[in-house]
């Protein structure tokens, strides 16, 4: 069974920074690309920066210039650095994990994690 294990998440204040990370476990063969996602009170889950095996990265507009995803595709790990935070990044924190291959189960599969909650105090 593939799981996905979120840490990093809290309170601070504006302009401070945190660091995200989501372990993927299980008997993982590969994963083809690796995010984070956020859910504002009322609001939809909105991507935030997703990176692929190979290192591509794409970034919400929102986002750009202040966080910085990255990943170490032998520890199946996702990171994502976010630096001169807002109030309006306050969300739930999704990691996701997309084409997932593993030795257990044919085929590939998309996977969540449970969240974490980051809030930015002004």
């Known amino acids: 069974q593939v799981q996905l294990v979120e840490s990093g998440g809290g309170l601070v204040q504006a302009g401070g920074s945190l660091r995200l990370s989501c372990a993927a476990s299980?008997?993982?063969?590969?994963?083809?690309?690796m995010g984070w996602y956020r859910q504002a009170p009322g609001k939809q889950r909105e991507l935030v920066a997703a990176?692929?095996?190979?290192?591509?990265?794409n970034y919400a507009d929102s986002v750009k210039g202040r966080f910085t995803i990255s990943r170490d595709n032998a520890k199946n790990t996702v990171y994502l650095q976010m630096n001169s935070l807002k109030p309006e990044d306050t969300a739930v924190y999704y990691c996701?994990?997309?084409?997932?291959?593993?030795?257990?189960?044919?085929?590939?599969?998309?996977?969540w994690g449970q969240g974490t909650q980051v809030t930015v105090s002004s």
């Open positions: 299980g008997n993982i063969f590969s994963i083809n690309t």
């Open positions: 990176i692929t095996s190979a290192g591509s990265t």
């Open positions: 996701n994990a997309a084409g997932v291959r593993s030795w257990d189960i044919g085929g590939a599969y998309d996977f």
